[in-house]
């Protein structure tokens, strides 16, 4: 079982910026993806970024060029640093990590973020 817990959603005006932290700990493969996925009021769920043990890295394309994923492979944490952030950006954003070898899915309890304009 692998535990997530997300941190530094809140409230910011648009234009400004937050930096969201994740932490899994548990039965972590070596080889894994850690992402956010973001779901405002009456819609689906959807990808915002994410980012394999390999480097590789993956944006929604309404995010491309304004949030940043990093990760610590050490520590199993990963960051997603947005900035310019809009109205639209307002969600529940939740912290995921796929386990590649038993393609196991987990999710955090997710952190609100809410842009005002």
């Known amino acids: 079982q692998v535990q997530l817990v997300e941190s530094g959603g809140g409230l910011v005006q648009a234009g400004g910026s937050l930096r969201l932290s994740c932490a899994a700990s548990g039965s972590i493969f070596s080889i894994n993806a850690m992402g956010w996925y973001r779901q405002a009021p009456g819609k689906q769920r959807e990808l915002v970024a994410i980012?394999?043990?390999?480097?590789?890295?993956n944006y929604a394309d309404p995010v491309k060029g304004r949030f940043t994923i990093s990760r610590d492979n050490a520590k199993n944490t990963v960051d997603l640093q947005m900035n310019s952030l809009k109205p639209e950006d307002t969600a529940v954003y939740y912290c995921?990590?796929?386990?590649?070898?038993?393609?196991?899915?987990?999710w955090g309890q997710g952190t609100q973020v809410t842009v005002s304009s």
């Open positions: 980012m394999a043990t390999d480097g590789s890295r």
């Open positions: 995921k990590l796929t386990n590649f070898v038993s393609g196991s899915n987990f």
